[in-house]
């Protein structure tokens, strides 16, 4: 067997029953087949593709061609589509086959066959892996853009309303659904409901006046509830705060601090394993470990904050998390791209913190 790095972005890896390579291609009375496993990968973000062609170097013959995908939700490559399989149905006993999130090399051959072959199988699982760890080690990307999230997973169990709990039965309380004729949720229910934003709706983007506290700090945890009638989903977050620009009269609030903060919509995990997901499409749910500055409101029947908007802080991008008008919603897909507002931290911070001095009368 040889593994090379021929070059940046490609690999080769030869099984060869007879090792030195050159002397079994010059052995023209062999009646042994030699094996080329061949590949290349491209890295772009977070996204790795990585084609897998196996040769047989008598012939010159592909006997065996893929193309997979994979990023950094789905670690393991995902076949995207065959990049050639006419020549595969000639060798025999031996197929190919990849459903999502697994690559299953199987080979169907008579036991003196096994062997070899077997070699070769476990080979691709190698090469594969040397293709992660080697685009792993390549030259540093850019990080990708944050996406739009729906919000924490949690299992129907942890989920359901409390009722010995005030605050809890309070907090489902308020998301308890209109209309009485609608089902609880659960197996028979749809997988996604979505809120779609009004045609005429425009959003303050830096809302001062309607907030109660201003603060820039980290969400620490997240969890997804369901309302006391269970026929909707709200999300709870943790969040500690690092700095306060603007903090409520009704509750003192400093740095340190530890918040809870929520917002309609999340994402369930039934017993069968089914999830279902409610979301408003124009507000993104912020995730755990990244840090925000959030625009609140204060609810004192429920001792927590609401989110009427927030930006995701990056250093160097700031991501916004809401659509501001029915123009910017206008989506191709619901996972879509947070929208960049074209200036660093600190210049963000700068700008909101002139903005709510200007308010209160400041220079």
Same mark, same amino acid.
Request: glycine share 8%; with cysteine.
């Given at each position: 067997?040889?593994?090379?790095?021929?070059?940046?972005?490609?690999?080769?890896?030869?099984?060869?029953?007879?090792? !030195?390579?050159? $002397? %079994?291609?010059?052995?023209?009375?062999?009646?042994?087949?030699?094996?080329? *496993?061949?590949?290349?990968? @491209? +890295?772009?973000?977070?996204?790795?593709?990585?084609?897998?062609?196996?040769?047989?170097?008598?012939?010159?013959?592909?006997?065996?061609?893929?193309?997979?995908?994979?990023?950094?939700?789905?670690?393991?490559?995902?076949?995207?589509?065959?990049?050639?399989?006419?020549?595969?149905?000639?060798? !025999?006993?031996? $197929? %190919?086959?990849?459903?999502?999130?697994?690559?299953?090399?199987?080979?169907? *051959?008579?036991?003196?066959? @096994? +062997?070899?072959?077997?070699?070769?199988?476990?080979?691709?699982?190698?090469?594969?892996?040397?293709?992660?760890?080697?685009?792993?080690?390549?030259?540093?990307?850019?990080?990708?853009?944050?996406?739009?999230?729906?919000?924490?997973?949690?299992?129907?169990?942890?989920?359901?309303?409390?009722?010995?709990?005030?605050?809890?039965?309070?907090?489902?309380?308020?998301?308890?659904?209109?209309?009485?004729?609608?089902?609880?949720?659960?197996?028979?229910?749809?997988?996604?409901?979505?809120?779609?934003?009004?045609?005429?709706?425009?959003?303050?983007?830096?809302?001062?006046?309607?907030?109660?506290?201003?603060?820039?700090?980290?969400?620490?945890?997240?969890?997804?509830?369901?309302?006391?009638?269970?026929?909707?989903?709200?999300?709870?977050?943790?969040?500690?705060?690092?700095?306060?620009?603007?903090?409520?009269?009704?509750?003192?609030?400093?740095?340190?601090?530890?918040?809870?903060?929520?917002?309609?919509?999340?994402?369930?995990?039934?017993?069968?394993?089914?999830?279902?997901?409610?979301?408003?499409?124009?507000?993104?749910?912020?995730?755990?470990?990244?840090?925000?500055?959030?625009?609140?409101?204060?609810?004192?029947?429920?001792?927590?904050?609401?989110?009427?908007?927030?930006?995701?802080?990056?250093?160097?991008?700031?991501?916004?998390?809401?659509?501001?008008?029915?123009?910017?919603?206008?989506?191709?897909?619901?996972?879509?791209?947070?929208?960049?507002?074209?200036?660093?931290?600190?210049?963000?911070?700068?700008?909101?913190?002139?903005?709510?001095?200007?308010?209160?009368?400041?220079?």
């Amino acid at each position: 067997m040889e593994l090379n790095r021929k070059k940046t972005g490609s690999l080769e890896v030869v099984i060869d029953p007879d090792p !030195p390579r050159k $002397r %079994a291609l010059e052995n023209s009375i062999s009646k042994t087949s030699m094996f080329e *496993l061949e590949g290349s990968f @491209r +890295k772009e973000g977070y996204t790795l593709r990585i084609a897998v062609e196996l040769n047989e170097l008598q012939s010159k013959r592909i006997m065996w061609a893929e193309l997979y995908e994979g990023n950094e939700e789905s670690p393991v490559p995902t076949q995207e589509k065959p990049a050639n399989m006419a020549d595969a149905r000639y060798i !025999p006993g031996f $197929r %190919a086959v990849a459903p999502p999130k697994r690559l299953i090399l199987e080979v169907f *051959l008579n036991m003196p066959q @096994r +062997k070899a072959f077997l070699c070769f199988a476990s080979l691709i699982f190698f090469a594969l892996g040397a293709f992660f760890t080697l685009a792993q080690t390549s030259a540093p990307t850019s990080p990708a853009a944050p996406q739009y999230s729906s919000g924490p997973v949690t299992n129907y169990d942890s989920a359901v309303p409390d009722f010995s709990d005030v605050l809890r039965f309070r907090r489902g309380e308020r998301y308890n659904t209109p209309n009485p004729s609608l089902p609880e949720l659960g197996e028979g229910s749809e997988t996604e409901s979505w809120d779609l934003p009004e045609t005429h709706f425009k959003k303050d983007p830096m809302p001062f006046d309607g907030s109660d506290a201003v603060v820039v700090g980290t969400v620490s945890a997240g969890h997804a509830y369901l309302s006391n009638d269970k026929r909707s989903i709200y999300s709870e977050f943790k969040f500690k705060i690092r700095e306060g620009i603007k903090t409520p009269s009704a509750q003192y609030l400093q740095a340190g601090d530890s918040i809870d903060i929520q917002r309609k919509g999340g994402a369930i995990r039934l017993q069968s394993g089914k999830v279902l997901v409610r979301g408003a499409l124009a507000d993104s749910m912020p995730l755990v470990g990244k840090r925000y500055l959030l625009f609140l409101k204060y609810d004192q029947a429920t001792e927590d904050y609401g989110i009427l908007t927030g930006y995701e802080l990056e250093g160097n991008e700031i991501y916004r998390l809401d659509d501001l008008s029915y123009g910017e919603s206008n989506h191709q897909k619901i996972i879509h791209t947070l929208r960049k507002e074209g200036v660093t931290e600190d210049q963000f911070l700068d700008r909101a913190k002139s903005k709510l001095s200007r308010k209160n009368g400041g220079s």
